[in-house]
């Protein structure tokens, strides 16, 4: 079933005089339960797209439909609501907040549903298990922990909130290669259980343990190609 569709998707950042067209007509349906990398050179409209499906920005015209509801409709506070529920981030830069535990860090998302403190922490000692992290971390911060752990504990972060699509921009741009293939491990297992990912990144071997390559160029998807599992990192 669908759960996150782009119609006709145009998105123009006006700076002053100046006019990029960042996208140019993205046309998209991304069903549950698959798992997408987004590719394409530098400028072709990786992180736009990826702004227009996380709603984290409006398209300049065309329509997003989320579990086939039309959020281009809804009000701002409506949107932020969707986002909230429905959308986990992972970002390259992890995002953490490094005066917080890892405890802290990783329960902010339920924080404003009004969860109990006993019901967080459970919540969050499932996520970081399933993210493939330690107990033993929950107490540290952030920056005491390696950058693969750091993302480890930014995808437990992602997962806690139970969303329908995980979106991760090049989550594994700042990683050896040992901590990606943990990294990319924990996406794989996470998409099994069934939760809907997307992907933007310049690694091949990333791109090729998902099951679909987008390549963008220009604002538009120049082609969809067939990942070679051959050349997946794992
Ligand atoms: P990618 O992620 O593939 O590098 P982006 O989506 O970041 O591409 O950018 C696509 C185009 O839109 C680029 O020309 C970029 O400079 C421009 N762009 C992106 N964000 C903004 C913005 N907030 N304001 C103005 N131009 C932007
Ligand atoms: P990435 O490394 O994912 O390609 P970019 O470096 O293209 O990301 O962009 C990082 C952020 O800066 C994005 O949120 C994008 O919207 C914004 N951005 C990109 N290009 C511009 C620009 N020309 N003017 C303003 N903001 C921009």
């Known amino acids: 079933s669908?759960?996150?569709?782009?119609?006709?998707?145009?998105?123009?950042?006006?700076?002053?005089?100046?006019?990029?067209?960042?996208?140019?007509?993205?046309t998209l349906t991304v069903n549950r339960g698959d798992l997408v990398a987004i590719m394409g050179p530098s400028g072709s409209g990786k992180s736009t797209l990826l702004n227009m499906l996380g709603l984290l920005d409006k398209p300049t015209s065309g329509k997003i439909f989320i579990e086939g509801r039309d959020v281009t409709a809804?009000?701002?506070?409506?949107?932020?609501?969707?986002?909230?529920?429905?959308?986990?981030?992972?970002?390259?830069?992890?995002?953490l907040v490094n005066r917080l535990t890892v405890l802290e860090n990783i329960e902010l998302p339920l924080i404003p549903r009004g969860i109990p403190r006993a019901i967080r922490v459970r919540r969050v000692v499932e996520a970081l298990r399933m993210a493939g992290g330690d107990e033993s971390w929950l107490p540290k911060r952030p920056n005491q922990l390696s950058g693969g752990q750091q993302q480890r504990?930014?995808?437990?972060?992602?997962?806690?909130?139970?969303?329908?699509?995980?979106?991760?921009?090049?989550?594994?741009?700042?990683?050896?290669?040992?901590?990606?293939?943990?990294?990319?491990?924990?996406?794989?297992?996470?998409?099994?259980?069934?939760?809907?990912?997307?992907?933007?990144?310049h690694d091949p071997e990333i791109a090729n343990c998902t099951r679909k390559i987008l390549l963008l160029r220009d604002g538009v998807i120049k082609s969809v190609e067939d990942p070679n599992p051959e050349k997946c990192i794992l």
Do not use: C, H
């Not at 145009?10 to 140019?24: F, H, N, P, Q, S």
């Open 74 to 95: 809804l009000s701002s506070n409506e949107v932020a609501d969707v986002r909230n529920r429905k959308i986990g981030f992972v970002f390259q830069q992890f995002n």
């Open 2 to 26: 669908e759960v996150i569709r782009l119609e006709n998707i145009w998105k123009i950042y006006r700076v002053g005089d100046v006019e990029t067209k960042a996208l140019r007509g993205v």
């Open 153 to 201: 504990v930014a995808i437990a972060r992602a997962i806690v909130g139970e969303p329908e699509i995980i979106l991760a921009d090049e989550p594994t741009g700042n990683l050896d290669r040992a901590s990606a293939k943990l990294v990319m491990e924990t996406f794989i297992k996470l998409n099994n259980a069934g939760l809907t990912t997307i992907i933007v990144t």
